[in-house]
């Protein structure tokens, strides 16, 4: 990821925010948001599959928390949502292809709760291609009461 900092009116710095191992695959959607209510912006990532797959080891859904004063490399810590599903074994396959994402407090706790749809992609069988589809909330415990 590429954080550009405005250096002046005609000057931007490019920052290399790195991503961690668990978090490499192909990533979208992608948004800032206080999802911790610190005060900062942090990165919430979904994954997609790839042609009907993800691998077992990757976040299919994470938030990359900012700590320090300056968005480097180093001040940012992953926690995984959810992780992949991975590939079933014998003849379905299936990959997590996540669309869009909303954050709002669906359970008035003070926090933004995560609001996301996924496309669950089944390989194609008899000629016939089959998806589920889900609207999935997850629950934000960030704040504790």
């Known amino acids: 990821m590429f954080y550009y900092k405005q250096v002046n009116p005609r000057k931007w710095e490019k920052i290399t925010i790195s991503k961690p191992d668990i978090t490499r695959w192909v990533t979208r959607p992608t948004k800032m948001v206080d999802i911790n209510g610190d005060g900062k912006l942090d990165i919430v990532g979904m994954t997609i599959h790839n042609y009907g797959y993800t691998p077992f080891g990757k976040a299919s859904v994470f938030w990359m928390e900012f700590?320090?004063?300056?968005?480097?490399?180093?001040?940012?810590?992953?926690?995984?949502?959810?992780?992949?599903?991975?590939?079933?074994?014998?003849?379905q396959g299936t990959g997590e292809k996540w669309d869009?994402?909303?954050?709002?407090?669906?359970?008035?706790?003070?926090?933004?709760?995560?609001?996301?749809?996924?496309?669950?992609?089944?390989?194609?069988?008899?000629?016939?291609?089959?998806?589920?589809?889900?609207?999935?909330?997850?629950?934000?415990?960030?704040i504790q009461k």
């Open 67 to 91: 700590k320090g004063e300056n968005p480097l490399a180093d001040n940012w810590v992953t926690h995984v949502i959810k992780w992949s599903d991975g590939v079933f074994s014998g003849r």
């Open 100 to 142: 869009h994402m909303r954050f709002v407090d669906l359970d008035k706790d003070g926090d933004l709760d995560i609001i996301g749809n996924c496309e669950e992609y089944y390989k194609i069988e008899n000629g016939i291609r089959s998806t589920l589809l889900g609207v999935v909330w997850f629950e934000n415990p960030a």
